[in-house]
């Protein structure tokens, strides 16, 4: 039975990253909800403060910074919370739509045609969608690398020995 948990943990860290450019999934939420499922239903014992309190750390830490990132690289450059509504919706669509790099394309071209929609220059609109977009790709990488550290401290304290 543990070999069917463990699948289902993997599965959660691994869709987890694709929840990092899809944002209808809770990337660092399933993180989350592989430790717990192994907390739970594999060893209850296992998982000590070390992997608690990283996993606690890196979670407000992507919470917070991610929302701080777009807004601080959108206000920047100019953008509006227009810019931002339409980076979101953008992604939806591309999603939707245009996969996988609808997720990439979409949102740029969105945040631009709302600056123009306001009447700012086609240079301003494309400084802000192309901030939008460093803002999306950074933040990615950023949680990407934030939730390996948060998956290599649980399987250390779940693959490692006993202290």
């Given at each position: 039975?543990?070999?069917?948990?463990?699948?289902?943990?993997?599965?959660?860290?691994?869709?987890?990253?694709?929840?990092?450019?899809?944002?209808?999934?809770?990337?660092v939420?399933?993180?989350?909800?592989?430790?717990?499922?192994?907390?739970?239903?594999?060893?209850?014992?296992?998982?000590?403060w070390?992997?608690?309190?990283?996993?606690l750390?890196?979670?407000?830490?992507?919470?917070?910074?991610?929302?701080?990132?777009?807004?601080?690289?959108?206000?920047?450059?100019?953008?509006?919370?227009?810019s931002?509504?339409?980076?979101?919706?953008?992604?939806?669509?591309?999603?939707?739509?245009?996969?996988?790099?609808?997720?990439?394309?979409?949102?740029?071209?969105f945040?631009?045609?709302?600056?123009?929609?306001?009447?700012?220059?086609?240079?301003?609109?494309?400084?802000?969608?192309?901030?939008?977009?460093?803002?999306?790709?950074?933040?990615?990488?950023?949680?990407?690398?934030?939730?390996?550290?948060?998956?290599?401290?649980?399987?250390?304290?779940?693959?490692?020995?006993?202290?």
């Open positions: 039975m543990n070999v069917l948990w463990w699948i289902v943990i993997a599965l959660c860290f691994g869709v987890s990253f694709i929840g990092l450019v899809v944002p209808v999934l809770p990337a939420g399933l993180v989350w909800l592989g430790v717990a499922i192994y907390h739970l239903l594999v060893d209850p014992l296992a998982l000590t070390t992997t608690w309190g990283t996993m750390f890196f979670t407000g830490v992507i919470l917070i910074t991610d929302q701080l990132a777009n807004a601080y690289l959108v206000k920047r450059y100019g953008g509006t919370k227009w931002m509504l339409a980076s979101i919706v953008g992604v939806f669509v591309g999603l939707i739509f245009f996969p996988p790099f609808g997720i990439i394309v979409a949102p740029f071209l945040v631009f045609g709302a600056e123009v929609l306001q009447n700012r220059t086609p240079e301003a609109s494309m400084k802000v969608a192309f901030a939008t977009l460093i803002a999306f790709l950074g933040s990615a990488f950023a949680k990407a690398m934030m939730q390996l550290i948060m998956i290599g401290v649980f399987l250390a304290d779940a693959l490692g020995p006993a202290v």
